[in-house]
């Protein structure tokens, strides 16, 4: 075992149960007589960069558990995506400080980072064991069945179109809800898991997996109308048509962009907004709805799943574990085993760094705008205990006495 000071950081979007991973690795650290001081990294790489740090040390065992089932990145988090200039600042503030292992909880870009700063360690002859802790709500890290985060983030998406649905059956018309996924359509297929009965929505579901053609969409829309008297549509902001341009830089006159020149997808609302508008300017439906779930799918404190809670935690401890009696740098997956448990192994980081899965076809339905089976089978244990349910009065019709009204 290496002698020194172990740094935690967290990275990229927060989720409801990323705190969990922080608190895995912190309790487990402290039990380990060769560890001087535990270190967090207050917004991830730029706050390593910076010299930011908090002691963890001095944190008492409770607080840390509270925080840890606390949403969002008590560490505070950085959107920052470091390439090999930066990773050797950060390797020189590491090795100032004397750390000699070093965790960081995040997605792609995150493995990507401990990546380049284990090579520099490696290139330096420095002692640094470095980890990769998963983490996003996207569910597309490669090598993992799951990433902790994905699955409160499904539970909350679930959740928000079975709410929707017994609204709009209510009050009939068009609802549709834009959910979170660039590239990988996993949290926008969860709406699915809210259906109980056939003509529950999300009837539609749209996902970056599939080429979205306006067209054939508003074709589905008015289908789906024609046949129920309403529809609800389930639309990841990741939709692109078959050159892979984006959706919403077709619809729109004006697209923004974030530090890094991707397009703002769905945190403005535009897409909800256009597609909307294209439902009403060419079907002539007039009640029409859109949503963003956008910020609160990461963070909502009343709907976690305690599996994910679990994991979380988990992983954070294994990251320690591999460290400490392991001999090799890497990132933390986790693998389903049976019908409902899982293992954690330790893949090499060059395994998952930069790289990004997508939903498997076996998922995805024949029509592409809905889920199968399998994945039902696949997401339904992930969301917890206690997963709500929605009935419907029977409709027992009285017979009528009077003649209809003209």
Not at 118 to 123: D, L, P, Q
Not at 135 to 147: Q, S
Not at 215 to 234: N, P, S
Not at 331 to 354: H, M, N
């Amino acid at each position: 075992m290496l002698q020194g000071k172990v740094l935690v950081a967290q990275g990229g979007g927060p989720t409801a149960v990323i705190n969990q991973s922080m608190a895995g690795v912190v309790l487990e650290a402290r039990k380990f007589r060769n560890v001087e001081l535990v270190y967090g990294a207050y917004h991830g790489v730029s706050g390593i960069v910076n010299e930011d740090f908090l002691d963890l040390t001095q944190e008492t065992s409770h607080n840390i558990e509270m925080v840890a089932n606390t949403p969002s990145s008590a560490l505070g988090s950085t959107r920052d995506k470091p390439d090999a200039k930066y990773c050797h600042e950060i390797f020189k503030v590491l090795k100032a400080h004397g750390i000699s292992y070093f965790f960081y909880i995040g997605g792609n870009d995150s493995s990507d980072t401990v990546r380049i700063v284990s090579e520099e360690a490696r290139a330096a002859g420095y002692p640094l064991r470095c980890i990769h802790i998963p983490k996003t709500i996207d569910n597309d890290l490669v090598g993992n069945d799951h990433t902790p985060g994905f699955p409160s983030a499904a539970r909350f998406v679930a959740q928000a179109f079975m709410g929707a649905n017994l609204d709009n059956n209510a009050l009939k018309g068009v609802y549709l809800a834009v959910v979170m996924g660039r590239h990988a359509g996993f949290l926008t297929a969860a709406s699915a898991l809210g259906k109980k009965f056939p003509d529950d929505g999300p009837h539609l579901i749209y996902i970056p997996e599939r080429t979205f053609n306006i067209e054939r969409f508003l074709g589905d829309v008015k289908q789906t109308y024609d046949k129920h008297g309403r529809c609800i549509i389930a639309v990841s902001e990741g939709i692109h048509d078959e050159s892979g341009t984006s959706i919403i830089t077709q619809l729109a006159s004006e697209v923004e962009r974030d530090a890094h020149g991707n397009v703002q997808l769905s945190g403005t609302g535009a897409l909800a907004d256009l597609l909307c508008n294209e439902i009403k300017s060419k079907l002539g439906i007039k009640r029409v709805r859109g949503d963003t779930l956008g910020y609160l799918q990461r963070s909502f404190i009343g709907c976690v799943s305690d599996v994910d809670q679990r994991e979380a935690r988990e992983v954070g401890e294994k990251a320690v574990q591999f460290a400490m009696w392991g001999d090799k740098d890497g990132s933390v997956t986790i693998k389903r085993t049976g019908f409902y448990s899982v293992d954690y192994q330790l893949a090499p980081l060059e395994a998952v760094a930069g790289k990004t899965r997508v939903m498997e076809d076996e998922f995805i339905s024949a029509s592409g705008t809905d889920v199968t089976d399998a994945f039902r089978m696949y997401l339904r244990p992930l969301l917890g205990s206690n997963f709500p349910d929605a009935y419907r009065l029977r409709l027992n019709k009285v017979a009528k006495i009077l003649a209809p009204r003209s």
